[in-house]
């Protein structure tokens, strides 16, 4: 002990040893008091409250990269889906639009139609859409069928097929071409613009047919031909779902590209 004093180990004459069980509490002996006895414990179990509460935050995080591995797992492999509506119609019923990971749209018909080069929305529905896009604006007539948005603010688009959200329109446009905004771009409004227009277009199927046998008949005539309340799917979307058609069961699989 005076060694240790004299090397300025200690300060102070006194020692004592502490073992500390953690389901059992404190064995002490030498010179600590009672009172930093109880210091001592309440440190510890505080120590031990969080190490217990980070494993079971690592573990946690676990579950959900576990559960995050399996979503992406189960988006790999095909699903089915029944088709709605007239025989002839490969129609299904997609159970959300999802931007930027906020739902803004559920239940909405749509015909898949490889052969269509936009996605076709219904007019309230298309602008339900472009409404979820900071910054975007419709076009004037007579090219109000477009909306243009901030090309380098692109929206992350999910479809939502009965209880898989599938991420469309992501990523850069084919080689050899060039646009700021990517695949959901059609390309700059003008050049130079810092606005490209939407590769989501509003439908006008519907309302022309409906014009159309007005003025034929001279009668008026109230909503259209069954299509202006639907989605028209075209190819953009088969570049990232791949789409199979059961015609025997009348069914429309899908998968990740």
Known sequence: MPQLIEKQILDAPIWSILLVNGKEGIFSMGGTSVASD????????????????????????????HNSRKSEDDLNEWKWI????????WQVL????????????????AVLDVNTPFIIAPPLAARTFYSSISGSKQLPPPFDQFT?????????????????????????RDQGTFSPGGRFSLG?????????????????????????????SGVKVEGGDGLSDVWVIGE????DVQIAFNWRDKLVGMQRA
């Open 38 to 65: 109880r210091e001592v414990e309440r440190e510890t179990a505080d120590d031990l409250d969080r190490i217990g509460g980070h494993q079971s935050r690592q573990e946690e995080h676990g579950r959900n990269e």
């Open 236 to 239: 953009p979307f088969f570049r």
């Open 94 to 109: 997609m159970r959300g639009i999802w931007i930027d990971g906020v739902k803004i749209l559920a239940n909405q018909p």
């Open 148 to 172: 243009a948005y901030p090309c380098f603010n692109p929206p992350r688009v999910h479809f939502e097929f009965a209880s898989w959200n599938f991420e469309v329109l992501k990523g850069k």
């Open 82 to 89: 029944k088709v709605q509506g007239a025989e002839g119609w």
């Open 188 to 216: 700059r409004m003008t050049t130079g613009s810092g606005y490209c227009l939407g590769i989501v277009v509003e439908s006008r199927m519907g309302a022309r047919a409906a014009e159309a046998r007005e003025s034929k």
